[in-house]
Every structure is written in structure tokens, then in C-alpha cells.
């Protein structure tokens, strides 16, 4: 069951409340990292005997039942962490990735969108079909409630031994009707808003801002990123005109092979992120996203070809992409010799942070905004610690952005 794997996740992810003086549930953290040497799972040939009728059983690991998720979840179900979970490849939550109306709720068929919550209790393991781009999606009117704790982290990986692998199932992918660059020029919900998303996942947005996806927390996605083909892989987390009404908190990527988290569009917000070993960007935005992250820690590695950022704005220019980031570390590593990288008219605002690297890294440039219109966008740094130089000017006080 991979017992060294949530022992360590859940170590990373309490390591958070103690940098920056918040304990979550009067927990005491205590960080031990060790090898990484996992016990084996006791696979036999005992089917499961206890699955809900809703899912399909599967064999045993260490005498714990397992069950498969379904490809489909058209009405409100409950993964719970009595059994082990098995995502055998894609699973859609809800209708809400087909194609809308210009009234949100209503498909483009007529039909209505379901509102469907799937649920996820803390403790919870969910594996995928290692070799697979088995991804969960949660759409357009539902939500999922994925909520652990420091001592009982929800889990999502493959279904192999060992936590060191990348690119071994797909991600979790999240739409919703909160605005996107490509719909904001539509006269403002004159026209209905579907963009094609990440991960050929159907369609999300819309021109609601702080519409509710559910909540995700003390959740760790680890080995993800399955590649469809040359440059398109699943990011670990993937966010896709997703609202403010989203709850987003304490979470980990590990090892993903393409980016650790990216946001298309949106306004959702995310706190107390760990971000682990990420094999291409470990944060990445575009397509007018405005949320906000705050107590975010990245460590790179020496496998890692991108960036800690990577700040587009794809899509129009009439709505740049400009979240804000504080308290945050990031630590460099990698082929890269640019930590941040801002183009594309995006901008941002990044406060009370560590900019660095690992002794043996190429990083020499923290901040690169040579291809950014910093005048349009603004771009901004305060109390800023750095150890690399700047390229490009990141003091000017932005221009405000249009309704």
C-alpha cells in the first residue's frame, strides 16, 4: 500500500504550518525524511467482496478491498478510505464538459448540467493504471470534496511500487465557470463560453467568478503527467476557469512529468502548496488567470527541464493573466538557468518571498521578463530575497485592468 509514500507526503505537507507558525488541527509536525525504500503490497488473488454495488471489485492488496471507479459518476458518490480505489482510466464527473448554452446550466442540447459531488474521505487511496493517462475530471457543475488532514492525507498515484516515477497515470483536471480570456471579449456572457481544455477533457468556463468546484484538501498527486503525445502531457493539477468559491489548500505534487500545478483562466486561489520534483513548469499560468497563492514552497531537481514559473497570457490581451504570490520558496534546479519567467503579457505581483538554488544548480537569473509588456500588465516585486540576478525592470505599479 505504499506506506513509506503517505508517511512522506504527509511529513512534506505538515512541514508547511511549521515554516510559516500554523499548525492545522493541533497537530505537532515532525519531519523525517529517510530513505525512500517502500514496504511491498501483498497482492493474492482474493477478489473483493465488500465494494459498493456502484463500483466494480477488483483483487485484494494487504487484505484491503479494492474497487473501481466507474468511468462515469453521474450522481453524488463517496470514495471512502475502508477500501483502496482504482482508476482503471478516465473518470468524468458530471456533464458539464460538453458544450454549454449562453445560460450557464443549460447544454448547448437543452439538456440540464448535473450537479454531481463526488466526495473523498481523508485517509482515502486512489490509484491509477500504471502505463495509462487514467485521469480524474471533475466538470462543469459539480464539485469533488476531496478534505484529508496532516495525519491522513488523500493519496492519488499509480498503482506501482515506489514514489519515484513520473509520467505513470494522468492528473486531476478541474473545470469551472469562472471568466477566461477567450470568453471575456463575448460582450460579457452575450455568447456562451466553452473552452477546449487541458488534457482533450471536454469544455470548461464561463463568466461566473467565484463559482465552487468543491475543496481540496491535505491532498498529495504524485508520479502523473502521462504523455499523449510529444509536449502534451496531464498536469499534476490542472485548473480550468476555475471560481473563488473553490477551496484550495494544503496540497503536494510530486514527480509529475509535465507541470506540478497550471491554471487556464480563472480566479481560484490556492494556500499551503508543496511542490515536489516537477518535471517541467512547477507553477504555471495563462489564459487571464487572477487568483491568488500564498505559503507555496517549490523544490526542483536536477530532472526538471522548466521553470518554478512560467506566466503567459495565451488567449486575448483584453485580460491579462495577474494573480499574486507571497510567502513563498522556491528552490531551483534543473536545465534551466531562469527561475521565473513572465511573457507573453503576464504579470503579477509576488511578495514576501526566497528566490535560490541548490548549490550545483545553472539557475543564474531569478527573474526574466524580457518578452513581458511589463507597462500594460504590471509587474511587481516586494521584499524579495534572492540569491540570482533579474533581468528586466519588476518595480512598476501596474495599470489597472478594464472590466
Not at 504524485?222 to 498536469?235: A, D, H, K, M, P
Request: hydrophobic share 35%; with cysteine.
Amino acid at each position: 500500500m505504499k506506506l513509506k509514500k503517505l508517511l512522506l507526503s504527509s511529513a512534506i505537507l505538515s512541514a508547511i504550518s511549521v515554516m510559516y507558525g500554523c499548525t492545522s488541527e493541533g497537530d505537532e509536525a515532525v519531519i523525517n525524511i529517510e530513505s525512500t525504500t517502500n514496504a511491498t503490497a501483498t497482492v493474492d488473488s482474493t477478489i473483493s467482496e465488500n465494494c459498493p454495488t456502484w463500483s466494480s471489485a477488483r483483487t485484494k492488496i494487504d487484505d484491503t478491498d479494492v474497487c473501481q471507479i466507474p468511468s462515469e459518476i453521474l450522481e453524488n458518490r463517496t470514495l471512502e478510505s475502508d477500501y483502496i480505489w482504482y482508476m482503471a482510466s478516465r473518470v468524468t464527473v458530471g456533464n458539464g464538459n460538453s458544450e454549454m448554452s449562453v445560460t450557464e446550466g443549460t447544454l448547448e442540447n437543452g439538456d440540464a448540467v448535473l450537479d454531481v459531488t463526488l466526495t473523498i474521505e481523508a485517509g482515502t487511496q486512489v490509484l491509477a493504471s500504471s502505463g495509462s493517462f487514467a485521469n480524474l475530471i471533475i466538470t462543469r457543475g459539480s464539485k469533488i470534496e476531496a478534505i484529508g488532514s496532516a495525519a491522513a492525507p488523500i493519496v492519488f498515484s499509480s498503482d506501482d511500487d515506489g514514489e519515484d516515477g513520473a509520467g505513470e497515470w494522468g492528473g486531476l483536471i478541474i473545470h469551472g465557470y469562472a471568466p477566461h480570456n477567450e470568453c471575456l471579449t463575448a460582450d460579457n456572457g452575450a455568447v456562451a463560453c466553452n473552452v477546449d481544455s487541458e488534457g482533450e477533457s471536454g469544455f470548461a468556463g464561463g463568466y461566473t467568478s467565484d463559482d465552487d468546484s468543491g475543496q481540496l484538501s491535505y491532498v498529495v498527486v504524485t508520479e502523473g503527467g502521462y504523455e499523449f503525445s510529444t509536449g502534451n502531457e496531464i498536469n499534476g493539477i490542472s485548473f480550468v476557469g476555475v471560481g473563488s468559491g473553490t477551496q484550495v489548500d494544503h496540497i503536494q505534487v510530486n514527480g509529475n512529468a509535465d507541470d506540478g500545478l497550471e491554471f487556464y483562466g480563472g480566479t481560484v486561489n490556492a494556500s499551503y502548496v508543496v511542490l515536489t520534483g516537477n518535471q517541467d513548469d512547477s507553477v504555471d499560468w495563462d489564459e487571464g488567470y487572477q487568483g491568488n497563492l500564498q505559503y507555496v514552497i517549490v523544490k526542483q531537481t536536477s530532472d526538471v527541464g522548466g521553470n518554478a514559473i512560467e506566466a503567459d497570457t495565451e488567449g486575448t490581451t483584453d485580460f491579462y493573466s495577474l494573480p499574486t504570490i507571497a510567502n513563498a520558496t522556491f528552490i531551483g534546479h534543473g536545465s534551466k538557468d531562469t527561475l521565473l519567467v513572465f511573457k507573453k503579457n503576464s504579470g503579477g505581483f509576488l511578495h514576501h518571498s526566497v528566490l535560490t538554488s541548490d548549490a550545483d544548480s545553472v539557475i543564474t537569473t531569478c527573474v526574466d521578463t524580457s518578452d513581458t509588456d511589463q507597462v500594460s500588465t504590471g509587474l511587481v516585486f516586494s521584499n524579495i530575497v534572492a540569491d540570482c540576478t533579474t533581468s528586466g525592470d519588476i518595480n512598476l505599479v501596474p495599470a489597472p485592468i478594464a472590466d
